[in-house]
């Protein structure tokens, strides 16, 4: 994993202008959010069972995560490397992968050895620092 130094860290916005912004930047919201935070992603490179992602957490400050008014903080964007098994799986699980019904395949490697750090560390800041540009901040914002 590699933490990032960007502006993005500390902005704060409502969800629904972020989702809608992540989505002109090629970001998604991650499959596992909880209703308190979950994180913006964008395939950075992926290539055989390796995928190299920008992650951009956040949690909320106010509300709840499924409503466009909540009101959400961003923290360290990181870029992560998943490896996964590209093969059929040899054990009990082998006639649902082989059927597409499993197709929820725990990564070999969460957290993979990242090569060129710099050239993918340098990636993910620029992407940062354009979507945290593009957000209005909302600094002022009481919350109750």
């Not at 972020?18 to 970001?27: D, E, I, P, S």
């Not at 054990?91 to 993979?112: M, R």
């Not at 993918?120 to 002022?140: P, T």
Request: hydrophobic share 40%; aromatic share 12%.
């Amino acid at each position: 994993m590699i933490q990032l130094e960007t502006e993005l860290e500390g902005k704060k916005a409502y969800f629904g202008e972020a989702r809608g912004l992540a989505k002109q930047f090629g970001l998604s919201m991650c499959g596992s959010w909880e209703y308190d935070g979950a994180f913006f992603d964008a395939v950075l490179h992926r290539e055989n069972g390796e995928t190299i992602y920008l992650r951009m957490p956040f949690h909320v400050l106010e509300g709840i995560l499924d409503r466009n008014d909540a009101f959400i903080e961003f923290g360290t964007p990181f870029v992560i490397k998943h490896v996964v098994h590209i093969g059929l799986d040899k054990d009990e699980n082998s006639l649902l992968a082989a059927t597409g019904l499993n197709q929820f395949q725990e990564p070999l490697d969460k957290d993979g050895y990242i090569r060129d750090k710099t050239k993918w560390e340098e990636a993910g800041e620029d992407v940062s620092n354009e979507f945290a540009r593009a957000i209005v901040d909302v600094r002022n914002k009481s919350i109750s």
